[in-house]
């Protein structure tokens, strides 16, 4: 094999995958969800219906969650794959979320600041 040839073929091996795993893809999580959150605190269990919205801002992602609970924004909002994490600061207590995206919602848990936890699920409306 002459010289041009050993090079191309040395080329070609060297931008072949070989059993590399493709990294996810950054999900885009903005619109509005109807979610349902299941809460265990403290061993009472509630389970609350609500929204959850995530825009687009000039300081990256904003968003707020609306149950009978009240209003709260979204804070620390981290996308990373198919994944989000984001804190919800419910009356001093910090809640910590994260979910994974599929299809048109997500799933996840949370942890009630040490004191219990619970589940979330959401369908893009």
Do not use: C, H
Not at 27 to 43: H, L, M, Q, R, W
Request: proline residues 1%; negative net charge; glycine residues 16%.
């Amino acid at each position: 094999m002459d010289r041009l040839g050993k090079l191309l073929t040395l080329g070609a091996l060297g931008s072949m995958s070989l059993g590399t795993v493709l990294e996810a893809q950054n999900v885009d999580p903005i619109g509005v969800y109807g979610i349902t959150i299941n809460a265990d605190f403290d061993g009472q269990v509630m389970q609350l219906f609500g929204t959850l919205t995530i825009e687009n801002s000039d300081n990256g992602l904003r968003g707020s969650v609306d149950t009978d609970m009240g209003i709260t924004s979204l804070s620390s909002i981290v996308v990373e794959g198919s994944e989000m994490k984001f804190n919800v600061d419910a009356e001093g207590m910090l809640v910590a979320f994260e979910v994974s995206f599929e299809d048109d919602g997500f799933s996840g848990e949370f942890d009630l600041d040490g004191l219990g936890g619970g589940t979330i699920s959401g369908t893009k409306r």
